[in-house]
């Protein structure tokens, strides 16, 4: 259940935020190459680099606390250990603040974006199709498999201009079935020989489910707004909810009389997710409510 609350359906959301990066980015391309960096490097580039630096901190700050208190090591053996055998420019690439590795692959299909719009421009839809055989194969390319392919079948969207939502559909009944045949996949099959690949194909077909299911729920007036309102915050939540919240919140949850059985570290998984996501949006309205440059910086002008 861990493996499936903190990677699986994480990653399925990670592929929906890709398509809609590749969509977006070749549905309005710059003119010129130098322009695109330009305003990715402020978007994407520096973020990053400051959510590292923050990260970075954040732990020395923690471990500081942490042997003032008398705990040693200090809060995580493994963050210190890692922060003294790495350099600052290995903690980047890594990144240190695990979840920006999604961040640092869209970088490298910024940079690559010019041979993906050759590549769409002269063999159509055949590149995605091959983007998504060598994603259920699991042929490394140097970029993540994954990434590489939601971005390419938003990109071949937005290329061509074809409307996301028209375009990402699925029948209910099949999302449902599906959905069961995901859990069971990844509850139970993840010694078979073949699970990269049928995982792959659910997954695709749960992020297809999850657009349709967004659709249908925007229709809605008021829910739509909701989302709307929530948007500016979503990369702050994101970059920000490792920093602090989820390793303090687990550490709690396993402290506490939960932690004593199986089905208390179930429930301490979605305790944590829940109170990590509010907390750092809590965070968010803080920030920009008194520092809203830094927000804005922080969030690659989104906020």
């Known amino acids: 259940m861990t493996e499936l609350i903190s990677r699986s359906l994480g990653a399925v959301a990670v592929g929906g935020f890709a398509i809609i990066s590749g969509y977006l980015f070749f549905l309005f391309p710059p003119k010129r190459y130098l322009d695109l960096l330009k305003v990715k490097a402020q978007s994407l580039l520096l973020p990053y680099i400051l959510w590292v630096l923050i990260s970075i901190l954040a732990v020395w700050a923690k471990n500081q606390i942490a042997l003032q208190i008398g705990f040693a090591p200090g809060i995580s053996d493994v963050e210190i250990s890692t922060l003294n055998r790495l350099s600052i420019l290995e903690l980047m690439i890594l990144p240190f603040n695990g979840p920006l590795w999604y961040i640092r692959e869209l970088i490298y299909l910024v940079v690559l974006s010019p041979i993906i719009g050759l590549l769409l421009r002269y063999t159509k839809v055949a590149f995605p199709i091959v983007m998504g055989v060598i994603y259920l194969l699991g042929v490394q390319i140097?970029?993540?498999?994954?990434?590489?392919?939601?971005?390419?079948?938003?990109?071949?969207?937005?290329?061509?201009?074809?409307?996301?939502?028209g375009s990402l559909q699925i029948p209910t009944y099949l999302s449902l079935i599906n959905l069961m045949a995901y859990l069971y996949i990844v509850l139970f099959l993840g010694d078979y020989p073949w699970y990269s690949t049928i995982y792959g194909i659910s997954s695709m077909v749960l992020v297809v489910s999850i657009f349709t299911l967004v659709q249908k729920l925007t229709a809605n007036e008021a829910f739509s707004h909701a989302m709307a309102s929530l948007a500016p915050s979503v990369f702050f939540v994101y970059a920000s909810h490792t920093v602090i919240f989820i390793n303090l919140f687990r550490g709690f949850g396993y402290a506490s009389p939960l932690g004593a059985?199986?089905?208390?570290?179930?429930?301490?998984?979605?305790?944590?997710?829940?109170?990590?996501?509010?907390?750092?949006?809590?965070?968010?309205?803080?920030?920009?409510?008194?520092?809203?440059?830094?927000t804005a910086l922080l969030c690659g002008g989104r906020a």
């Open 142 to 165: 140097g970029v993540s498999n994954s990434i590489s392919f939601y971005f390419v079948v938003g990109a071949w969207l937005g290329y061509t201009g074809r409307s996301l939502a």
């Open 261 to 294: 059985s199986p089905w208390g570290h179930i429930l301490i998984q979605w305790l944590t997710a829940i109170l990590t996501t509010i907390s750092a949006y809590l965070l968010y309205r803080v920030s920009s409510r008194f520092f809203p440059r830094v």
